[in-house]
Structure formats: structure tokens, C-alpha cells
């Protein structure tokens, strides 16, 4: 009975939302929006209701954009038309991600600086909006950039930089330019993920000269960004990071690895969902993992689970863990 009346509920809702970015404005839609929130509310699905009621509050009013589309077109490439960007939809964004306190304060100076840029506005000033992410491999860049993207609401929109390269300079240029438009244009968390890649690619045929004028356009553009969302760029080559760079950007983050009290709470979150043999000594564990990246420790926590539940236990052990740790010190390359 409640099934098919909630089924009843979803359609009506749907057509309306349908018909509204058919024919509707942008207040109409925002008021269907509301709608949805406190029907979602009304059926109990009270955490659902308050993510999109975050969702549309951080909309602010008067807004340059107001009027303009959320569902523009994504630029594709000028040769092949290949898409230059890949949106992630945000019920796939992960979120949850352990860092040391002053690295957690400047995520969340970021996304509250995000959610009152109207008041910021009213004074003349601007949120941290072009933001770089660096450290060594699998500490969290990748997931950082999720994780602002998942707390600001804005689509996280993925460089795809295979599309974007081209042979040709002044086709490079051309894509570039259109990706930055069309951020522009309809505000997103513009992701440039391993914008490295860019120079090694380039390097790999020996072009350097390329390589600068490719990188300066780029830092050009993130200059003269001047959209309502967020430009994200992550990278490893935190030695190669000169000034330019630096001052090109609002907010630079290093996210280091994860010291002693962060690999004991990647440790616990990641066996969350197990139980674990008591009076485990966490700080002896943590301790033989020093140095290793959160992906590694993720890893040997998820590889202990695993190992128990084939071998129908309930409970990890500290020896699932030292065998899965001694597996993945196995694997690093000798120095
Ligand atoms: N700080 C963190 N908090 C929670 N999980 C983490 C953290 N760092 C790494 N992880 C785990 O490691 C995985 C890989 O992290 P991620 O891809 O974000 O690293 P990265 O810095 O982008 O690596 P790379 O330099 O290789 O691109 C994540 O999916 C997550 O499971
Ligand atoms: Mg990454």
C-alpha cells in the first residue's frame, strides 16, 4: 500500500520537475526544488530533505546565474567532438576523509567561505575559489577534490585531458578555452586531477617550449577565472611547484601523509563495518605503518577484512593485519 502510494508521489513529482525545466523559470524550478525537500521530509527521509535543502540553500539570491542553465551543454572537443569533461553526479562523490586538524580546518574555511559568498560579496570580497591540492600519491587529492565538490553541491566537472590534448597547439588552446567557458558559464567544481600529466605528456615528446605555452595559457586562464563555482587542481610535483604557480591559486593545500593519530582513525574507519579483536594495540599497528600513504592503510585494512570474512570470522585479528601490512610492504619498490 505504502509502496505503490510513494511510487504515486515520485511520478507526479517528476513530470512536474520535468515540465518545469521544460517550460518553467528559474524561480519556478527552485520552488519545485522546495517541494520535493519537504515531501522527501514528510515521508521521513529526514537526512535526504536537510542534503537538498543544503543543496538549494547555498543558491545565493540574485545570483549572476540565476537565469542561466544548470543543464548546458558539456564542451566537447573541436576535432572529434570528445568530451573535455566527465561530471561526476553528486550521490557518487565520496566524502569522508581523515587529515590532520589544520589541513581539516582549510577544507572547511574553504566550503564555508563557499556557502557565504553572498555575505562575502556585500563587503567586496570573494570565497577561496581557485584552489591546488598537492602531496605524495594516495593521500587524498583525488578524494579532497570530491569531498569540496560534495560539500559546496557543486557538479564536480573532471578534466579529461586525453580529450583535450591535441597535436596541434592551437587546438589545445581551442579546448581549453571552452572548458573555462563553460565553467563560466554554469558553475561547477572544475577538477584538473593530476594536472601534471599535462607536462608529462608534452615532456614525452620533447616539446618543452610547448609544454610553457601550454602551462602559462593554462595559468592564464585560472586567472582570469571569474565564475560563481570552484577550480581545483591536484598534483604530486609538489618540488617543481614554482611561484607562478603559487600566486596563481587563492588557497594551496598540501595534503601531507598521514601521521601516527590519522593512520589509527583510517584504521578504524575503514574496519568499521567488522569487529575487531579487543584490546587491540592500535598505536603498535599504526606504528609499523609509518610513512605509508592513506591509500596503503585503507588497503591493508580492507585486505584484514577481507582475509576474515573468507574464513567465516566475525572478528579481525591483529594478525589479519600485520599479514596484510607485511603484503603491501611486499609490494613497494626497494630504494
Ligand atoms: N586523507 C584520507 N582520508 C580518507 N581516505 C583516504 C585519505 N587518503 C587516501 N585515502 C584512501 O585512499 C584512496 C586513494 O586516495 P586518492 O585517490 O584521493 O589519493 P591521491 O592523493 O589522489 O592519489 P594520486 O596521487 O595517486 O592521484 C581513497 O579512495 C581512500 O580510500
Ligand atoms: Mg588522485
Given amino acids: ?25 528559474g524561480s519556478d524550478l527552485e520552488k519545485l526544488c522546495r517541494r520535493i525537500v519537504e515531501d522527501e521530509r514528510g515521508r521521513g527521509h529526514g537526512k535526504v530533505a536537510n542534503d537538498l535543502e543544503k543543496i538549494i540553500g547555498q543558491k545565493p539570491k540574485g545570483d549572476k546565474n540565476s537565469g542561466k542553465s544548470i543543464l548546458a551543454p558539456l564542451p566537447k572537443s573541436r576535432r572529434d567532438s570528445s568530451p573535455l569533461v566527465q561530471d561526476v553526479p553528486l550521490d557518487r562523490l565520496r566524502h569522508e576523509m581523515v587529515l590532520p586538524e589544520d589541513v581539516e580546518k582549510r577544507f572547511l574555511r574553504i566550503e564555508r567561505e563557499f556557502a557565504a559568498r553572498s555575505r562575502l560579496a556585500t563587503h567586496g570580497l570573494k570565497p577561496r575559489h581557485r584552489i591546488l591540492l598537492y602531496g605524495p600519491p594516495g593521500c587524498g587529492k583525488t578524494l579532497g577534490a570530491e569531498r569540496l565538490a560534495y560539500h559546496t553541491g557543486l557538479p564536480l566537472r573532471k578534466v579529461r585531458f586525453d580529450n583535450l590534448l591535441s597535436s596541434y597547439f592551437g587546438e589545445t588552446m581551442a579546448n581549453l578555452r571552452k572548458v573555462f567557458d563553460a565553467a563560466e ?19 614525452d615528446r620533447n616539446d618543452v617550449g610547448e609544454v610553457t605555452r601550454i602551462t602559462n595559457a593554462l595559468l592564464e586562464m585560472l586567472e582570469g577565472y571569474s565564475g560563481d ?36 582513525r583510517l584504521l578504524k574507519v575503514a574496519l568499521s563495518s567488522m569487529k575487531v579483536e579487543s584490546r587491540l594495540a592500535w598505536g603498535q599497528i599504526a606504528g609499523a605503518m609509518d610513512g605509508m600513504s592513506g591509500s596503503e592503510v585503507v588497503q591493508i585494512a ?34
Fill in 302 to 335: 580492507e585486505n584484514a577484512a577481507k582475509h576474515a570474512v573468507l574464513d567465516n570470522r566475525k572478528v579481525v585479528t591483529k594478525s589479519d593485519i600485520l599479514e596484510s601490512l607485511a603484503e603491501v610492504s611486499e609490494r613497494q619498490p626497494s630504494s
Fill in 229 to 264: 563555482g570552484l577550480v581545483i587542481a591536484a598534483t604530486n610535483l609538489d618540488s617543481q611547484l614554482d611561484s607562478a604557480l603559487f600566486r596563481r591559486f587563492d588557497e594551496v593545500l598540501k595534503i601531507p601523509l598521514p601521521g601516527q593519530k590519522e593512520i589509527q
Fill in 1 to 25: 500500500m505504502f509502496r505503490v502510494s510513494s511510487l504515486s508521489m515520485n511520478s507526479t513529482m517528476m513530470k512536474r520537475l520535468f515540465r518545469t525545466i521544460q517550460t518553467g523559470s
Fill in 185 to 203: 558559464e554554469s558553475p561547477c567544481a572544475l577538477f584538473l586531477d593530476e594536472c601534471d600529466s599535462l607536462a608529462r605528456s608534452r615532456n
